[in-house]
């Protein structure tokens, strides 16, 4: 089935860029090792144990870990059982490129419990510079450690696509290529219910996160959902950039004090994402300066590099697209506009969280979604605020434990 092309975009899991020291994280070595065996189940789909954590470990990652990664302080609840760890490997097309076949990758987490009947919670990640540091690669992804140890630990079955491109695919990134994304997470949903059938557990309600890019694309996800009748129980996103004309041409001509110099990574990732995947040759040559432009290349490409991270925009884009008007009629912006991840008649309850001091996120480019439905007349989206002290990653961390609480909630009912 092919879906409907959205965009995306996001920044996580930066921490070099940022600036900043290596997270103290749950590390391969410290998940408990098994011996990785290929399971086949339905259509091609197939899955191997890659790792588990015990209770004690899970609360470290609770108590210390997330804390450390996030930046402030967060009382989650804390895990109650073991959780095992498997990579799904499945089946899938590239809408983009005439649905041309490809494989992906992503994680399933569930929880060691007597139970036969599971909520399911469907994790977006945000933007990642590493190929590995996406959910199937659990000890390199530190949000995707806390989803696990705050919903899996509890109850939760956790799932996570990869993203083409990313994970153990052999794709070029395919960053805010919204119908590849939309495409990787239905089918990443499909394969998680063969595993789970094959494990002799079935899914209860669906559940949808995702943070800063991954927001995004939860967003994009839950519109195909609905549109093929798939029931959703809640939604919560964090830091979620839904327009993406409204954040990069406030980047380009609205720039503030607070702005990340990472959020560069946002131009030079979907530049090429855009010209690989749309078929576009020379996109990202007119966008970046003949000076940067092999530096913009390494990054995409995840190639070594010992240049200085490219902060500057003005070095990294040529000046013409700091013409609101020239931006306007070039391709880039053609395709960049595609991102506008609200534009539909919602239907499921989402509750958007976003922090005040948000260093690439602006708060009414955060609350434009639940504006936008509220001027159709719907309440179904909420636009909440994580606290004053909450930037990109504060956000996350916040709300995190938020969404389980209102998910916990309604799963009483």
């Known amino acids: 089935m092919k879906f409907a092309p959205y965009l995306v975009l996001s920044l996580s899991g930066m921490m070099l860029l940022a600036g900043l020291a290596p997270l103290p994280t749950a590390r391969h070595e410290d998940a408990q090792k098994v011996p990785a065996v290929a399971v086949p189940v339905a259509s091609g789909v197939q899955y191997e144990l890659i790792g588990r954590y015990d209770v004690d470990q899970l609360n470290q990652i609770l108590t210390k870990a997330t804390p450390a990664f996030t930046g402030l302080p967060v009382t989650y609840t804390p895990a109650r059982n073991a959780v095992k760890m498997y990579r799904v490997t499945y089946p899938s097309v590239i809408p983009e490129r005439n649905n041309r076949p490809t494989i992906a990758s992503g994680l399933i987490a569930i929880p060691e419990t007597a139970d036969k009947s599971m909520p399911m919670v469907s994790y977006q990640h945000g933007t990642v510079m590493e190929k590995h540091a996406v959910p199937s690669f659990p000890e390199e992804s530190p949000e995707t450690q806390l989803m696990i140890a705050q919903f899996a630990g509890q109850g939760y079955v956790v799932i996570g696509a990869d993203y083409f491109g990313m994970g153990t695919s052999t794709e070029k990134d395919g960053y805010m290529v919204i119908g590849s994304q939309q495409q990787a997470c239905m089918d990443m949903y499909r394969s998680s219910l063969a595993v789970m059938a094959k494990e002799g557990i079935s899914a209860k309600e669906l559940f949808l996160t995702g943070w800063s890019q991954g927001g995004v694309v939860t967003m994009c996800f839950l519109e195909v959902l609905e549109k093929n009748n798939v029931a ?7 830091a979620a950039q839904c327009d993406g004309y409204v954040m990069l041409s406030g980047f380009l001509n609205h720039p503030r004090s607070i702005d990340a ?134 956000t996350y961390g916040r709300a995190a434990a938020e969404w389980k609480k209102w998910f916990d909630s309604l799963r009483a009912k």
């Open 261 to 394: 110099p990472w959020v560069s990574a946002m131009f030079i990732l979907t530049a090429f994402s855009y010209e690989e995947y749309y078929g576009v040759p020379g996109l990202a040559k007119a966008l970046f300066t003949d000076e940067q432009y092999e530096l913009a290349r390494k990054i995409y490409m995840k190639e070594p590099y010992t240049e200085p991270w490219p902060g500057d925009l003005h070095k990294l884009i040529r000046k013409e697209y700091f013409d609101p008007n020239y931006f306007a009629g070039t391709m880039y912006c053609t395709l960049i506009q595609k991102l506008h991840a609200y534009r539909w008649q919602v239907k499921s309850n989402v509750r958007m969280y976003y922090g005040d001091i948000d260093e690439c996120l602006t708060i009414g480019l955060a609350q434009l979604p639940s504006m936008y439905q509220r001027a159709l007349g719907s309440n179904t989206v909420e636009a909440i605020s994580a606290g004053p002290d909450a930037n990109h990653r504060g």
């Open 232 to 238: 959703v129980a809640a939604v919560g996103t964090a």
